[in-house]
């Protein structure tokens, strides 16, 4: 039977594999498909791939850093990924290079519809000087840190000068990205007077802004209200910075309308903090947090694989279960067993 001319051929070759050397030239050529290659070799959890990535990015180091790294939360329905498109649209047309990256800790459990990024965002999909890159994290908050941190750091070495990261609704995930970005702004609908109720003062004392988003149409009012009940919500929370007030402003993603003004306070928060060393002094600190996060990541997991853990805690389990002895006594019991290795 003949083939059809649509038809995908595959030759059965497989991709030649790529020496640390390769990688590392592609992705200071800003090669995107090396890029790609180079992120899920980061992602990869074979021992080899591993120690091939953490060579790489050793060497990407010097040329990492330069980017404007910002953090986009928001609850479901708010319109992330219309934001992100219509900012990133504007920002490639003013000579920028974009970098999205999409994390969903859930992701395993909600069949990763995340991975639809590329096709919510058709348009920066497609745009010469974008990368939409979504990262799947198999439920883990740690996955997010260890893989989007290193993911940021290739896309800079690659000439990304904006890397945005999207989280998928609010909650944990929410402190983790901060702990990777310069920037967190915070996306809400206008019906302030339901979303202010669940959102929770860790949030708020996260963000560097709010932004009210569908402020168009019959929403313009409402819009107004909520920024209002907004900025009397952020009085009562102590600024990160004494000084940077985070503002609350009112967008149309849908329109554009209120983007610009939103992207001038991001390089304003970015020169104040740059000019005040605060920028360089986060960066450091999130440097250190990431490291001892990744000890203390290494340090569970060769407690759980640990042979003499691994037989009694099914029984210490059941106990502290039943109530028949205290959570502290079996940490204490487990923790005398690891250390007598």
């Not at 050397?21 to 992602?43: C, F, K, P, Q, S």
């Not at 920028?279 to 694989?305: N, P, T």
Request: one cysteine or more; charged letters at 25%; proline letters at 5%.
């Amino acid at each position: 039977m003949a083939t059809s001319p649509s038809a995908p051929r595959f030759s059965g070759v497989r991709r030649r594999e790529l020496s640390v050397a390769d990688y590392e030239r592609g992705v200071l050529a800003g090669e995107r498909a090396i890029l790609g290659r180079a992120i899920t070799l980061i992602e990869s959890a074979r021992p080899d791939h591993q120690k091939k990535a953490q060579e790489l990015l050793v060497r990407l180091l010097p040329h990492s850093g330069g980017a404007r790294r910002v953090g986009i939360t928001g609850v479901p329905g708010v319109g992330k990924s219309t934001f992100i498109e219509s900012l990133g649209q504007r920002l490639t047309e003013r000579g920028h290079r974009l970098a999205v990256l999409a994390v969903d800790p859930s992701s395993a459990l909600s069949g990763g519809s995340i991975l639809g990024d590329k096709t919510r965002m058709a348009a920066l999909a497609v745009n010469e000087r974008a990368f939409v890159r979504p990262s799947p994290t198999a439920g883990s908050l740690g996955g997010v840190a260890r893989k989007t941190r290193e993911t940021i750091q290739v896309c800079e070495a690659a000439g990304y000068d904006v890397v945005l990261v999207e989280t998928v609704g609010i909650g944990q995930v929410e402190s983790v990205v901060a702990q990777m970005v310069d920037f967190v702004l915070l996306l809400l609908l206008p019906n302030a007077g339901d979303e202010l109720q669940g959102i929770k003062r860790g949030i708020l004392e996260l963000v560097d802004m709010v932004a009210i988003n569908k402020a168009d149409g019959e929403n313009r009012l409402a819009a107004k209200q909520a920024r209002e009940q907004y900025e009397s919500s952020l009085r009562f929370v102590p600024p990160a910075s004494r000084r940077w007030v985070p503002p609350v402003l009112t967008c149309s993603a849908r329109d554009g309308e209120g983007l610009d003004r939103i992207w001038a306070k991001i390089e304003e928060h970015r020169r104040i903090m740059t000019e005040a060393g605060e920028l360089a002094s986060r960066r450091r600190k999130q440097r250190l947090k990431w490291m001892w996060s990744l000890v203390e990541e290494e340090l569970l997991s060769l407690f759980r694989r640990d042979p003499r853990v691994a037989a009694l805690l099914p029984e210490l389990e059941a106990q502290v279960a039943s109530g028949a002895i205290t959570p502290t006594l079996a940490a204490s019991r487990l923790l005398e067993h690891f250390e007598t290795q």
